[in-house]
Antibody, heavy 120, light 108 residues
């Protein structure tokens, strides 16, 4: 059964860089069938798609975050990662990783999510 | 960017009742690109419906989706205790893909 698990620091200061990793188990991240993505949900706000990546490294970002986001894949570790630079309090959110059927599609399944708080 | 507006914000219902949730788009969305999720407290969202009306694997047939263009609906024919949760719609027909703000179905 496919499982995804997010990991990374839970507390950052403004202007720091957020770095999260999603570890995939139960399937190979090098599968040619699927894509991988990140979504976040700020407290009390709606879900927001951050970006998606293919095992080859091809990426697709939300234009609103594109200047600060980098996604990458490590096929040897069956992981993919998110880097978000120059964080502010507005980046405080639960961050989810998930699998996609295509570069742009629905998300299924999702990881459990990890809360990242940005505070001085 | 397409804005999805879900209504109502909260529904207070009893087990056994029929539920109808609405998701309205600010622009037309191909029904192929409209999905629904369920999220319970402390859990990740779970895919319920894709292509506006197709149930995901393992989803009970009491869940059904319908709609087109700007108006979409998720229906639960008879509420089970495990159905009390927050429901989200998502569109991916127009970039960036966006989500609704959610409808909470709570126990009355």
């Amino acid at each position: 059964q496919l499982q995804l698990q997010e990991s990374g620091p839970g507390l950052l200061k403004p202007s720091e860089t957020l770095s999260l990793t999603c570890t995939v188990s139960g399937d190979s991240i090098s599968s040619t069938t699927y894509y991988w993505g990140w979504i976040r949900q700020p407290p009390g706000k709606r879900l927001e798609w951050i970006g998606s990546i293919y095992y080859s490294g091809h990426t697709y970002y939300n234009p609103s975050l594109k200047s600060r986001v980098t996604l990458s894949v490590d096929t040897s570790k069956n992981q993919f990662s998110l880097i978000l630079t120059s964080v502010t309090a507005a980046d405080t959110a639960v961050y989810y990783c998930a699998r996609l059927a295509q570069l742009v599609s629905w998300f299924d399944p999702w990881g459990q999510g990890t809360l990242v708080t940005v505070s001085s | 960017e397409i804005v999805l507006t879900q209504s109502p914000g909260t529904l207070s219902l009893s087990p056994g009742e029929r539920v109808t949730l609405s998701c309205r788009a600010s622009q037309s969305v191909s029904s192929r690109y409209l999905v629904w999720y369920q999220q319970k407290p402390g859990q990740a969202p779970r895919l319920l419906i894709y292509g506006a009306s197709r149930r995901a694997t393992g989803i009970p047939d009491r869940f059904s989706g319908s709609g087109s263009e700007t108006d979409f609906t998720l229906t639960i024919s008879r509420l089970e205790p495990e159905d009390f949760a927050v429901y989200y719609c998502q569109q991916y027909g127009s970039s960036p893909q966006t989500f609704g703000q959610g409808t909470k179905v709570e126990i009355k």
